[in-house]
């Protein structure tokens, strides 16, 4: 059993950053591969960014290449996304997410609650 609870949240101006954290408790999370997602109103789901379990293989979508780096630190059950140059597009929930496996077609069974973030143009 893995919780995951968000955190870092806000509104900033465009070009601004942020960095998210997702808090997890379990023993298996260092076991887990970690993934963020975010949400806009009327919009699906949109993956953003995956790390294994050891940290060393990342993965982003195009949308945020270049601009979002994901971290864990497994000492501390933390994982990370640091957001740069923001822009209003970004606006959206973002969740954190855990799966047994890394990679494309990775199947995530627990999420945290999300995170809102809203960037102002």
């Known amino acids: 059993q893995v919780q995951l609870v968000e955190s870092g949240g806000g509104l900033v101006q465009a070009g601004g950053s942020l960095r998210l954290s997702c808090a997890a408790s379990?023993?298996?999370?260092?076991?887990?591969?970690m993934a963020w997602f975010r949400q806009a109103p009327g919009k699906e789901r949109e993956f953003i960014a995956q790390?294994?379990?050891?940290?060393?293989?990342?993965r982003y979508a195009d949308s945020v290449k270049g601009r979002f780096t994901i971290s864990r630190d497994n000492a501390k059950n933390l994982v990370s996304l640091q957001m740069n140059s923001l822009k209003p597009e970004d606006t959206a929930v973002y969740y954190c997410?855990?799966?047994?496996?890394?990679?494309?077609?990775?199947?995530?069974?627990?999420w945290g609650q999300g995170t809102q973030v809203t960037v102002s143009s």
């Open positions: 997410a855990a799966s047994l496996n890394y990679g494309l077609g990775s199947r995530y069974d627990y």
């Open positions: 379990g023993r298996t999370f260092s076991s887990r591969a």
């Open positions: 790390v294994d379990w050891s940290g060393g293989s990342k």
